[in-house]
């Protein structure tokens, strides 16, 4: 694993290199509806924080996203549906869509363990193919905290009627902490008012796709 690289291509004075000592799936990760989708990464030395690399704090249980919060994903996926990987490391920002009009995009097949975002009746930006396991991040005063892990969306990455769709890392707090013991993350409570993202517990049938981001 990279940590701190800008560019696929080319010299990343910056970058940290780690191999994985271990890595645990979530036992209940369900490959046709993509609920649960989420694993965690032993690396196989730590790490030493430079103004390259940095730590996130992690949305804590109970953790509200309102419709419209900024969120910002980042990533190597492609810049369209059918197009090369980027080279450069790409970021938007796409605001939250709360779970009922998520949920409505995707006829119901939207779970409490996932979080929405994305310009739903406009498009243009989102997550693509090749930005899976990516992060999406919420600012709350200076502090960066991860709401989401890029899951799936549509076909067409940039289609307005479906935002992308993130597993929910509030959801995940206990399990996380289960396996890093004495050391846990830094968990954060996420504030916000407006519309309530807060979720739903409708059974999902299989989405459309699995893609992940498509960035600016």
């Known amino acids: 694993m990279y940590f701190g690289r800008r560019s696929q291509s080319g010299q990343n004075p910056n970058e940290i290199f780690r191999k994985a000592s271990q890595i645990i799936n979530h036992p209940n990760y369900n490959s046709v509806t993509f609920d649960f989708d989420i694993a965690l990464v032993q690396l196989s030395s730590s790490l030493d924080f430079t103004n390259y690399v940095k730590p996130v704090c992690l949305a804590a249980a109970g953790s509200v996203f309102a419709g419209g919060t900024e969120t910002w994903v980042t990533g190597f996926g492609t810049l369209q549906s059918g197009g090369r990987p980027a080279d450069t490391l790409q970021e938007v920002m796409i605001p939250i869509v ?23 009746n406009v498009g243009g930006k989102s997550a693509c193919h090749g930005d899976s396991g990516g992060p999406a991040v919420n600012t709350n005063g200076s502090r960066w905290i991860q709401s989401g892990i890029v899951n ?36 954060v409570q996420f504030p916000s008012n407006g519309l309530s993202s807060s979720p739903i517990t409708d059974t999902p ?8 981001a498509q960035l600016d």
């Open 205 to 212: 049938p299989r989405p459309p796709s699995f893609i992940s």
């Open 152 to 187: 799936f969306g549509s076909e067409r990455c940039d289609d307005p009627k479906y935002p992308s769709v993130f597993a929910r890392v509030s959801q995940f707090q206990d399990w996380i902490e289960s396996f890093t013991g004495n050391n846990p993350p830094g968990f």
């Open 98 to 120: 709360n779970n009922i009009n998520c949920s409505e995009a995707y006829s119901g097949i939207i779970t409490s363990n996932m979080i929405c975002a994305g310009l739903l």
